[in-house]
């Protein structure tokens, strides 16, 4: 499980490792060009600041199967998979949340975890004190 899987490239880049995988945005930007990536292989946009184009590509991120990662819109703190109910893997990145909805979203993430499993947390924003 990816959380705060943002456009899918961690997701896409395990696809190589692991056999199903969990994505978790809460933007509905980010799971929306995710999906259009795992369904089309690439998403174009134009850029902001110098009215360029920005390409993303499938090929560049995805070793695996792309149709090996469901993509869900859903707060970290209240993460619902029932298709998935266990991970041996879970990464937690680009999260930015109030003290009391990290403390809940990291409670729930911990409940998805398999024993002696891996969990990864980077790029954490947050006013929480770090007894959670």
């Known amino acids: 499980m990816v959380v705060g899987c ?9 696809t190589a490792f692991c056999k199903k995988i969990l994505g978790v ?9 995710a999906t259009l990536m795992q369904d089309f292989g690439s998403y174009s946009c134009k850029k902001v600041s110098d009215k360029g184009q920005i390409t993303l590509d499938l090929k ?17 703190n209240n993460i619902d998979c029932k ?6 893997l879970v990464i937690v990145d680009n999260l930015c949340l109030p003290a009391d909805m990290l403390c809940n ?12 499993s891996l969990l990864i947390v980077s790029n954490i924003k947050s006013d929480a004190p770090w007894e959670c």
């Open 25 to 33: 945005d809460s933007t509905s930007r980010f799971f929306r060009i």
């Open 6 to 14: 943002s456009v899918g490239r961690v997701c896409f880049g395990l």
């Open 83 to 88: 298709k998935f109910n266990s991970f041996d």
């Open 105 to 116: 979203a990291l409670d729930n993430i911990h409940k998805h975890l398999k024993p002696n």
């Open 60 to 76: 560049t991120y995805c070793e695996g199967n792309p149709r090996s990662i469901l993509f869900v819109q859903q707060k970290p």
